[in-house]
């Protein structure tokens, strides 16, 4: 028997048994050893502040409904299953066409909160961590992807200042990725432990957001003419609204952080209108459409893991819990109350102990 994470209810996490996968020739078994816990779409489901709860999502026009229009029920219900994903693991069982791919290969991918998980074998051998690794690693590669969509979104140039508001995990691989992109990087958060670890990871100065207006002090660094682009990773509509106003004229925000709700306290009718500001969207399911004959969501990752495995990029330090997931009840309260102290939090499972 295997073991899953469950969203019973709002703030109601549940571990719950479930039946094992048949294997089919052509695909393995793996046994997951740690699984990352993201503070941002899965938070909205901890929560119940997700979208898809309150309206209805019609995906052949990518438009969501009110209920009540005859669209049908909301997209989402309680209980939630099946979300996670940011794992690794270890590969116990093999089909009998699964090629090269054998027991004991360390994988990273997308499974959910689960401890074990039927994969292809096809999708398993492109995703093999190097020997010797930290296998910890591989719970990076979906939030290291979305941050390295965020850099290609932000198109940083040689040599420009760029802006990080937010350090929680996407925003600290974020600023380590635009500081190898060649920027020097400014980064804005209220909590000095973020901070603290943003300067650590190369990170050229750090701005306390509750210490004066940002903007202003941003143009003090700039000799007065603004970041050339910033890079919103907070999903607070107060931090987007200060990340446009800390950029020059003509310059360019990047929002990338999940929204929850109306829009207060941004005024587009400020800095916005007046300074002519580019805002660009980046999320995780796509690239953008002048990248995609050449990048996809998988040379995201693999480009992440590479570059953590490398020590180019230094993620290790990201992660401040590892929790049993027996206990993910408390892993989810922790990430829910306790953002100024927690960056990445890990469950493990019980491969992960041997």
Known sequence: M?????????????????????????????ATIFSGISAGTELSYYR???????????PDQRIFRPLGD????????????????????????????????????????????????????????????????????????QIGATALNIVLDADIHVGETVAVFGLGVL?????????????????????????????SLGASHTLNADDGPVGERIR?????????????????????????????????VVASGFFQGEGAGLALGEEFHHNRIELKCSQSSGVSPQLSYRWNVERL?????????SGRL??????????????AAEAFDLIDRSRERVLQVVLQFESGAE
């Open 2 to 30: 295997g073991r899953f994470v469950r969203f019973a209810s709002p703030r109601n996490v549940t571990v719950v048994e479930e039946q094992d996968q048949e294997l089919a020739p052509s695909e393995v078994r793996l």
């Open 48 to 58: 119940g502040t997700n979208p898809y709860f309150g309206k209805h999502w019609d």
């Open 70 to 141: 005859g669209t049908g029920a909301a997209t989402l219900s309680y209980p939630v299953d099946g979300k996670g994903q940011e794992e690794v693991g270890v590969v116990v069982e093999v089909g009998a066409d699964a090629g090269d791919v054998v027991p004991g290969d360390i994988v990273w991918g997308k499974w959910g909160h689960r401890s074990l998980a039927v994969k292809p074998a096809d999708y398993v051998g492109p995703r093999r961590l190097p020997a010797g690794a930290n296998p910890v690693l591989g719970v990076f590669s």
């Open 171 to 199: 925003g600290q691989i974020t600023a380590q990725l635009a500081r190898l992109n060649g920027a020097e990087v400014i980064v804005v958060d209220p909590h000095p432990s973020r901070l603290k670890t943003a300067a």
């Open 220 to 252: 003090e660094l700039t000799g007065g003419r603004g970041a050339d682009v910033a890079l919103e990773v907070t999903g607070s509509y107060r931090a987007l609204h200060e990340a446009v106003r800390s950029v020059s004229y003509s310059a360019r």
């Open 301 to 309: 990752q693999r480009t992440v893991v590479d570059l953590a495995v």
């Open 314 to 327: 230094q993620l290790e330090p990201l992660v401040t819990d590892i929790v049993p997931v027996e206990r």
